[in-house]
């Protein structure tokens, strides 16, 4: 991955795949724009977004529902076509269909795999048992199990159903004292389990948990992913 | 403008002209969707976004620089090309360029105008005088004074340097404690030379100015603009 070089280089433009959910989607914007520390407009990247809300119900698929692959392909086509050169994805259960993105992608494109960002972000604290923090697709997927136990790491969680209805909650709007409380409720669960680090594997989730609420070192996937989303769309100045 | 009506009407798809700056295009997709209050990601609207930090500066354009105007048609024309029908330009200053978007635009799909639905929402505070916080731009173009002016409300505002100097600093990043106490001297100066309302003409200045830090009842013309877009957006049910 390039290093962040130079005050103001130029940048490849930035499409995110979006609205899954909606919600999560603008806090990855958000959280993208803050993290350029540009003091001017024209220091930023240019960025596009398509937040659509109809891709299908990636838990749904898992249990034989339409697949979300078509319409992900469509939408990184439509980003590309408006000149979308870095491709990124604020989802982790549809990273499972992240091969139907892969399979539009022109040579010159890059697609930011989430998943991969976040599990080297793990790695990186070094863990003995991390506590997953995802939705019923990215467990049924193995999406993190797979990659981390290849690695020798133990992979807990709460109940699929705990998880499920926090999701829900914030999906609803909800990320109040009272959503953040059902967060860290789960997260200490997690660490009295033994989990050495808390995974954020679902955009909602960092909606509602944060270094302020988490009992344990805190994994934010999401924020992984800006991180390397800006890497990747940064152009490096010839020295 | 259509009630909202419906518990999860159909939606017509909503295009964002961004980037002016892209903290405030973030801000605004934020408020949209916390504005829809929909349970499930499949009752959100589809949005599509463009944050082009590229268009020409709205105040050098004022002083003999190049027209924003041909680059907003051009951002447009991609987002209308996108499938979008409703059209929302969250800047200001923008909006002295507007006709460059209403000139693309086909009979089917509509300009949400913010300068239009705030002046709306600052005339129905029956207000003697307006303070109003605005770039150098919207006042050289006087796009808010005259249609306030002409249904006889005075306009105040502070020292053109003040405001550029606090929006400078917002796009810089600055959102913190000092940048807030920045927003409220200007708005305390406004209602002690007799503001009955201020009015938030900028899209940076809501990120510092609030209902919890204006000394004066507050008119955020984003948030008017969040509300006029997903009334203009949702589709009536039929009775």
């Known amino acids: 991955m390039p290093e962040l070089v130079g005050a103001e280089p130029g940048w490849r433009t930035i499409g995110i795949l979006g609205g899954m959910g909606p919600a999560a989607s603008a806090d990855f914007l958000t959280m993208l724009v803050g993290a350029v520390k540009a003091a001017r407009d024209e220091a930023h990247p240019r960025v596009l977004l398509e937040s659509n809300p109809n891709v299908p119900d990636r838990n749904a698929a898992m249990a034989g529902g339409a697949s979300p692959g078509p319409v992900l392909a469509a939408m990184a086509g439509r980003l590309l076509a408006g000149g979308a050169e870095v491709l990124a994805m604020p989802c982790?259960?549809?990273?499972?269909?992240a091969g139907a993105v892969?399979?539009?992608?022109?040579?010159?494109?890059?697609?930011?795999d989430l998943i991969e960002t976040a599990v080297a972000a793990t790695l990186a604290c070094a863990p003995r048992t991390v506590g997953l923090l995802a939705v019923g697709a990215t467990h049924g997927l193995r999406l993190y199990h797979a990659p981390l136990e290849a690695a020798?790491?133990?992979?807990?969680?709460?109940p699929a159903d705990a998880v499920a209805a926090l999701v829900a909650r914030v999906k609803g709007g909800d990320t109040g004292p009272a959503a953040r409380s059902a967060a860290t409720r789960l997260a200490v669960r997690l660490a009295?389990?033994?989990a050495d680090v808390v995974l954020a594997a679902c955009t909602e989730i960092p909606l509602v948990l944060d270094a302020g609420n988490c009992p344990a070192?805190?994994?934010d996937a999401t924020a992984a992913l800006v991180k390397a989303t800006l890497n990747a769309a940064r152009l490096a100045v010839a020295a």
Chains 1, 2 share one sequence.
């Open 152 to 158: 020798g790491v133990r992979v807990i969680a709460p």
């Open 92 to 97: 982790n259960a549809a990273h499972g269909w």
């Open 217 to 219: 070192p805190l994994v």
């Open 102 to 112: 892969r399979d539009v992608l022109p040579a010159d494109a890059v697609f930011v």
């Open 192 to 194: 009295e389990d033994g």
